[in-house]
């Protein structure tokens, strides 16, 4: 993303652009796992990618902490890496991280070594995501109009972003292309980050409600829905921001592609489908409030899951930096893995 750096590592603290406070900047220098472990569980920080590099920074912290006790304890990392493995159950790129992080620990002969862990996370998710836009730009045409939910850019990777990414990719490749963002209720990524992204960018898009969608898809002013992606099953199923199984129904309803983009360390081969997925629980508040100002009366029952699971049958491709693969997805996902 030009200009602001979502994450950076100074050597010693992490700091991080507090995505809560946007479209304020505002950065925070967070200095122990305790607080890079808050910071994850208040979206703060958010985005699998996102929260995949910075718990793997955040288990660094703790390793520095052990040093300057004079302790280099695997038992006291182990307790890192649960404090931050309990932020959010869905992401599977937060557990695929920490399980790095916990190997390179056992490795290691000091924090120096599992902070360059990090930095190699941090360095592959930003590659990956450099090529997710370059296989995923050669599937948009030019003149496409394109609906994407929640915020998938730099802000949910630290680098260009994955289904943003493949938009900011075909953009920068001259395609003509315009953009529908949904709001992305209860939190308003799409509202809050997409938008702010995208204004960054100079990509042309309008903002929408998530219930607009089916109308703009009925006037047949949309060519084809791209998304990302926490959690991606054996199967192909995926888990992602609440509302993505519904653009999906909608999306095949009328003949629209439906493409999910993420990186391979989302993939979950324990998982055989979507419906092992953990699907991670909100508080009520999100729901009830938008901001500081209560919406709805007291007394009112909530369900706030933060996710929801998009059938393998509904996705027309998922586009990662090792290729595009295409259905059926129990096959083609894993041929992928087995030849990398």
């Known amino acids: 993303m030009r200009g602001a750096k979502p994450v950076e590592w100074t050597g010693e603290?992490?700091?991080?652009?507090?995505?809560?406070?946007?479209?304020?900047?505002?950065?925070?220098?967070?200095?122990?796992?305790?607080?890079?472990?808050?910071?994850?569980?208040?979206?703060?920080?958010?985005?699998?990618?996102?929260?995949?590099?910075?718990?793997?920074?955040?288990?660094?912290?703790?390793?520095?902490?052990?040093?300057?006790?004079?302790?280099?304890?695997?038992s006291e990392l182990r307790r890192v890496k649960e404090l931050l493995a309990s932020t959010r159950p869905t992401a599977r790129n937060l557990f695929w991280a920490l399980e790095?992080?916990?190997?390179?620990?056992?490795?290691?002969?000091?924090?120096?070594?599992?902070?360059?862990?990090?930095?190699?996370?941090?360095?592959?998710t930003r590659r990956a995501d450099e090529l997710i836009g370059e296989n995923g730009?050669?599937?948009?045409?030019?003149?496409?109009?394109?609906?994407?939910?929640?915020?998938?850019?730099?802000?949910?990777?630290?680098?260009?972003?994955t289904a943003l990414g493949v938009i900011k990719a075909a953009w920068r490749k001259g395609k003509k292309i315009f953009v529908l963002a949904t709001e992305t209720r209860p939190r308003?990524?799409?509202?809050?980050?997409?938008?702010?992204?995208?204004?960054?960018?100079?990509?042309?898009f309008s903002l929408i409600t998530d219930g607009m969608a089916g109308y703009f898809m009925w006037r047949g002013e949309v060519d084809c829905v791209i998304v990302g992606a926490d959690r991606i099953a054996a199967n192909g199923d995926t888990a992602n921001?609440?509302?993505?199984?519904?653009?999906?129904?909608?999306?095949?309803?009328?003949?629209i592609p439906f493409w999910v983009a993420a990186p391979t360390s989302t993939i979950d081969l324990s998982l055989p489908s979507g419906r092992d997925i953990p699907i991670e629980e909100r508080d009520p508040e999100e729901v009830l409030r938008v901001g500081?100002?209560?919406?709805?009366?007291?007394?009112?029952?909530?369900?706030?899951?933060?996710f929801d699971i998009t059938p393998a049958d509904y996705i027309s491709a998922i586009i990662t930096e090792k290729g595009i693969l295409r259905p059926p997805f129990a096959e083609s996902i894993r041929k992928l893995l087995e030849a990398t």
């Open 13 to 74: 603290k992490l700091r991080i652009l507090d995505q809560t406070e946007l479209p304020r900047e505002v950065y925070l220098e967070l200095s122990s796992p305790e607080e890079v472990a808050e910071a994850i569980r208040e979206m703060k920080v958010r985005g699998a990618p996102a929260i995949g590099v910075v718990a793997a920074y955040g288990f660094a912290l703790g390793a520095l902490k052990l040093k300057e006790k004079g302790a280099f304890a695997l």
């Open 100 to 124: 790095r992080m916990m190997r390179a620990a056992e490795q290691a002969s000091g924090p120096e070594e599992i902070v360059e862990e990090a930095r190699n996370i941090e360095r592959e």
């Open 137 to 161: 730009a050669e599937l948009v045409r030019d003149g496409m109009r394109i609906l994407t939910h929640c915020n998938t850019g730099a802000l949910a990777t630290g680098g260009e972003g």
């Open 188 to 204: 308003l990524q799409g509202a809050k980050l997409t938008a702010w992204e995208l204004l960054r960018e100079g990509i042309p």
């Open 241 to 255: 921001k609440i509302g993505t199984y519904t653009l999906a129904v909608l999306a095949r309803e009328h003949g």
């Open 292 to 306: 500081s100002e209560r919406i709805a009366p007291q007394g009112v029952s909530v369900k706030n899951p933060a």
